[in-house]
């Protein structure tokens, strides 16, 4: 693995990024860079450290080492509202929707209070996805993929740089999956990062431009998605033994 | 929905102005009992403001209500006109509450609400052990050339009652409000989307402190006597919590509904079987709690969200 120095062109850089918990060491050392205006895929086996990434860069976990450049600025240890307002957003791998504010107030309250039109904006961007019906509606009361996708929109009121997606595409029917991914492009065509956990290696395929793989709480390989893909290493993580020499398309599937 | 907007002032200024006018038609036995009222309710809303909104149960909002009574009482003894003793009284509250709400409101859930419950005893001790300035387990006595008239303290007391109400009806539809419940409904998720959970936890508590300080005044001054396990009483904390949960807890109106009918339905209890009114209180209680989880307010104005599928459109 060479290692990338952070330019520029970088909105997120992670350095030397370490946490451990009680000996168990879930991240060792991991250097990851998201260009910007890239969709970059952070996948791995279960247990390998994604979504602890995703929880020190967003500040939720704060007991971590190392550094986290967010737009060319420190923030490992800061809280995750001001790292929410620096524009760094992010969603849960389980929905996080408040269950007792409507669908609306869901979208407002992530808004910026400044905001005369926080309400217009929120129901535009319902618009967008044909839930504006749904806006007096409570959050509990959607089906699971609804929740997700509100909560998917719910990060989108802020306008942030770059979005971290723990796992968007989980429990969502696949015409809802559709309509998050068209999201997903239409807004990395205007300018929006993305840093996302998927399990589906189609997506990750057809999405990302870059792809880090995780595995016991280090980077094992990085790179476009069809060089990773036959990577031993990569392999070996994933079905914990050398890859037999083998017809057809490459795992990890 | 701004009818119910409308009906809700057109009602609440109707039970204002019927408040105010009462002690026209009413002897002072219907006054005390109103007082006591409008006590509950002014306590109730302070304590619906940070325990309906954030979710963050206090068991020890009375530290700050006998707070307000000690200060209330040993500035009217000092020579202090009543108005001043009772602003005093919830200014000192307020101001103990920012250190207090900066310490207790890292913890969450049972821990705080022990970290609260002990406040309380903390404050039951130092006044029962800090005999020069609050004369210990004798506690205070206040002259009657000293003290208000009962109407005097009936008007105190309904003015904070409609201002601990007005408060609450203004945070529960500001953006801060929203954010409160956004706490309440999942701190993680609020934090996540740029809610500084800590700065609105503190205001939150810090706002729900001054109210009961200065309850405690007037109600120092309208039982003229005071001591450390009538005002920082535990027993008096859970009557606000059951008065909150019966009317509906981070409502506007719960508290008021809950204040009413929990104190007419102990009166009345209390006047037909003086011996069990408080168990038959208790079983009441216990079916509300148990049947209407939401309080009466739920069973009065349910809120109009079904299933989703059942109000809207399918999408796609």
């Known amino acids: 693995m060479t290692t990338t120095a952070c330019g520029p062109d970088h909105i997120l850089c992670t350095r030397d990024l370490r946490r451990d918990f009680g000996g168990v060491q879930a991240l060792c050392g991991v250097e990851l860079h998201v260009v ?46 001001t790292i929410y307002h620096r524009g760094l957003a992010r969603t849960f791998q389980l929905s996080h929707v408040f269950p007792d ?75 809802l999956r559709q309509t998050l991914w068209d999201m997903v492009r239409h807004l990395n065509g205007l300018g929006t990062s993305f840093l996302i956990i998927e399990h589906n290696m189609e997506v990750v395929s057809d999405l990302c431009s ?23 290493q990569v392999l070996e993580a994933y079905f914990g033994k050398t890859r037999e020499p083998r017809a057809g398309r490459g795992a990890p599937s | 929905m701004p009818n119910r907007k409308y009906k809700d002032l057109w009602l609440g200024t109707a039970l204002l102005m019927l408040a105010m006018t009462a002690p026209l038609y009413v002897n002072d036995y219907y006054q005390s009992f109103l007082l006591q009222v409008f006590m509950m309710i002014a306590l109730g809303q302070a304590w619906n403001l940070i325990s309906g909104m954030t ?5 020890g909002h009375t530290a700050f209500f006998g707070v307000g009574a000690y ?14 003793a009772v602003l005093k009284g919830g200014g000192i509250a307020l101001l103990l509450a920012i250190p207090l709400g900066l310490l207790t409101l890292r913890l969450r859930g049972p821990y705080f609400a022990i970290a609260m419950l002990g406040l309380n005893e903390v404050g039951r001790i130092a006044a029962t052990l800090w005999t020069d300035l609050t004369h210990g387990g004798d506690g205070i006595s206040l002259a009657p050339d000293l003290l208000p008239s009962l109407r005097t303290n009936y008007f105190s007391m309904l003015t904070l009652a409609t201002t ?10 500001s953006r801060f409000g929203l954010e409160l419940r956004a706490i309440r409904e999942d701190e993680e998720a609020a934090e996540m989307v740029g809610v500084n959970t800590v700065a609105n936890k503190v205001m939150a508590f810090v706002l729900s402190a001054l109210i009961p300080g200065a309850v405690g005044a007037v109600y120092a001054m309208y039982t003229s006597y005071i001591n450390p396990q009538s005002v920082f009483s535990p027993a008096l904390n859970i009557q606000i919590i059951v008065i909150v949960l019966f009317g509906g807890s981070g409502t506007v109106w719960g508290p008021l509904i809950g204040a009413g009918v929990v104190m007419v339905l102990r009166e009345l209890l209390w006047a037909q079987f003086p011996a069990a009114h408080l168990a038959l209180l208790g079983v009441l209680l216990l079916a509300v709690v ?9 069973f009065v104005r349910a809120r109009p969200q079904g299933r989703a599928d059942s109000q809207v459109r399918k999408t796609p």
Do not use: C
Request: a negative charge; glycine letters at 12%; proline letters at 4%.
């Open chain 1, 36 to 81: 910007r205006g890239s969709i970059t895929g952070l996948i791995g086996p279960n247990g390998s450290g994604k979504t602890t990434m995703f929880q020190v860069i967003s500040g939720m976990d704060r007991g971590a080492t190392g550094s986290v450049m967010f737009d060319r600025e420190e923030i490992l240890g800061r809280r995750p509202s």
């Open chain 2, 55 to 59: 979710g963050y149960v206090s068991f």
């Open chain 1, 210 to 232: 870059d792809v880090y793989v995780l595995s016991e709480g280090s980077v094992i390989a990085r790179g476009a998605f069809d060089a990773i893909r036959e990577d031993e």
């Open chain 2, 71 to 84: 200060a209330g009482a040993l500035l009217l003894l000092a020579g202090f006109p009543w108005w001043l």
């Open chain 2, 164 to 173: 601990a109400t007005l408060i609450v009806a203004y945070v529960y539809r």
């Open chain 1, 101 to 175: 504010l409507t669908v609306l107030e869901n979208l407002v309250v992530a808004g910026s209070r400044k905001d005369r039109s926080v309400e217009e904006r929120a129901l535009g961007l319902l618009g967008r996805v044909h839930l504006q019906d749904y806006a007096p509606v409570l959050g509990k009361n959607l089906s699971y993929g609804q929740q997700k996708l509100v909560e998917f929109l719910r990060v989108l009121m802020s306008d942030p740089a770059l979005i971290l997606l723990d796992e968007p595409a989980a429990g969502v029917n696949p015409t």
């Open chain 2, 290 to 298: 148990l049947y209407l989880p939401g309080g009466l307010l739920s």
